[in-house]
C-alpha cells in the first residue's frame, strides 16, 4: 500500500508541474530579433500602421506593440523594449477590445492568436495572417492559454 501511495504522489507531482511549469517564475528568455525587411533598397522601409504601450493586467507588462507593413505587403506585429512574467504556454494575441483591463474582455470581444510568445524579455517579432483585416484589432494581449489570464494589453491607436 504504501508503494502504490508514493507511486500515486509522484504521479501528481509530475502533472502538477506539468501544469504549473513552475521553473518558469525564476527562468528568463530573452530574444532580441531585428525588424526584417523584404528588400535590401534601404529606401523602401517599412511603414508603421498602428502602435501602443503594454500595460499590466495580472503581471506587470511593459513595452511597445507595434504593426509595421512591410514592403512585399507582409504584415508583422512587433514587440519592443518587452518585458513580461514568464509562465507556461504564453501567447500573443492580436485583440478586437479597444483595451482589455481582465480576462473575460478579450475572450468576449475575439482575437486572433499569432503564436507562441518568443521570450519574456525583449524584441521580437510575429507575422500576421494575410486576409486579417488590421482595423479589425485594437489591442495586443499577452495570454497565458493554460489558465485563460491576461498577463498585459496594449490598446493600439493609429499612426499618423
Not at 504564453?90 to 492568436?113: I, K, M, P, S
Not at 494575410?130 to 498577463?151: E, L, M, P, Q
Amino acid at each position: 500500500m504504501r508503494n502504490v501511495l508514493i507511486a500515486a504522489g509522484i504521479i501528481v507531482i509530475i502533472i502538477a508541474w506539468y501544469l504549473f511549469r513552475p521553473e518558469k517564475l525564476f527562468i528568463n528568455e530573452s530574444v532580441n530579433e531585428e525588424l526584417e525587411t523584404a528588400s535590401t533598397d534601404r529606401s523602401d522601409s517599412p511603414r508603421l500602421i498602428t502602435e501602443g504601450t503594454f500595460h499590466g493586467v495580472a503581471h506587470e507588462t511593459r513595452g511597445t506593440a507595434s504593426i509595421y507593413e512591410l514592403p512585399d505587403g507582409k504584415r508583422v506585429l512587433r514587440l519592443t523594449g518587452f518585458e513580461t512574467s514568464n509562465g507556461p504556454d504564453v501567447r500573443v494575441f492580436l485583440g478586437a477590445a479597444r483595451d482589455a483591463n481582465d480576462n473575460d474582455t478579450v475572450t468576449d470581444a475575439g482575437y486572433v492568436e499569432l503564436g507562441a510568445l518568443k521570450g519574456n524579455i525583449g524584441d521580437q517579432n510575429y507575422e500576421i495572417p494575410t486576409g486579417i483585416t488590421i482595423a479589425d484589432y485594437h489591442s495586443v494581449t499577452i495570454w497565458c492559454k493554460r489558465f485563460g489570464v491576461n498577463f498585459g494589453t496594449a490598446p493600439l491607436t493609429a499612426s499618423n
